[in-house]
C-alpha cells in the first residue's frame, strides 16, 4: 500500500518535470525567436528557477536510466 502510493507520488513528480523542463523550453524558444540583430532578447532565468530546472533535468534523467519503482 505505502509503496504503490509512493511509486504514484514519483510519477506525478516525474510529469511535473517533464511540464517544468517544456515551460523553460518554450519560453527560451519563444526568447530565441523574436530576437534580432538589433533588438537581442536575452533569456534571463532566475536562481531558484534555475535550481528547479536542474532539479527537474536531472530527476528526468535518473528515470530513463533507472526507472520510477522503488
Same mark, same amino acid.
Given at each position: 500500500?505505502?509503496?504503490?502510493?509512493?511509486?504514484?507520488?514519483?510519477?506525478?513528480?516525474?510529469?511535473? *518535470?517533464?511540464?517544468?523542463?517544456?515551460?523553460?523550453?518554450? !519560453?527560451?524558444?519563444?526568447? @530565441?525567436? %523574436?530576437?534580432?540583430?538589433?533588438?537581442?532578447?536575452?533569456?534571463?532565468?532566475?536562481?531558484? *528557477?534555475?535550481?528547479?530546472?536542474?532539479?527537474?533535468?536531472? !530527476?528526468?534523467?535518473?528515470? @530513463?536510466? %533507472?526507472?520510477?519503482?522503488?
Amino acid at each position: 500500500m505505502i509503496l504503490a502510493t509512493l511509486n504514484r507520488i514519483l510519477i506525478i513528480i516525474f510529469f511535473m *518535470s517533464i511540464l517544468t523542463t517544456i515551460r523553460h523550453g518554450y !519560453y527560451f524558444i519563444n526568447a @530565441l525567436l %523574436t530576437s534580432t540583430e538589433e533588438e537581442p532578447v536575452k533569456y534571463k532565468v532566475s536562481n531558484q *528557477s534555475l535550481i528547479m530546472l536542474c532539479v527537474a533535468i536531472s !530527476y528526468i534523467l535518473t528515470v @530513463l536510466f %533507472t526507472g520510477i519503482t522503488l
